[in-house]
Nanobody, 123 residues
Framework: VHVVQSGGGLVQDGDSLRLSCAVSGRNSNYPVAWFRQAPGKGREFVAGIEWRGVVTDVDAVKGRFTVSRDNTKNTVYLQMNRLKPEDTAVYYC???????????????????WGQGTQVTVSS
């Protein structure tokens, strides 16, 4: 399984960014999740999408971040709107090893990870 992320960068408070996660070796039957890790903090679950397209996200990003997937490209996207300085972190895409299930907030349930991409939001 190969997971390649793209997107990210430096933006200002209130701006938008889109992250992409291209997966090869595992099809859309497997859930994909986005995690983030801020400096000095642990890796936290942000949002995920299951094989039926149902999305799970955390309160901190609800209404601002959207997860979607293009099954023809086997790519998952994280659209981040109204970004805040507290969203600053390295963002990781992860693919779960169990298919036909939902995303998990526990990073231990994912065996394939992207390389990570920095998102910095300045105030």
């Amino acid at each position: 399984v190969h997971v390649v992320q793209s997107g990210g960068g430096l933006v200002q408070d209130g701006d938008s960014l889109r992250l992409s996660c291209a997966v090869s070796g595992r099809n859309s039957n497997y859930p994909v999740a986005w995690f983030r890790q801020a400096p000095g903090k642990g890796r936290e679950f942000v949002a995920g999408i299951e094989w039926r397209g149902v999305v799970t996200d955390v309160d901190a990003v609800k209404g601002r971040f959207t997860v979607s997937r293009d099954n023809t490209k086997n790519t998952v996207y994280l659209q981040m709107n109204r970004l805040k300085p507290e969203d600053t972190a390295v963002y990781y895409c992860a693919v779960r090893s169990l298919k036909w299930t939902g995303p998990s907030s526990d990073s231990k349930n994912y065996d394939s990870w992207g390389q990570g991409t920095q998102v910095t939001v300045s105030s």
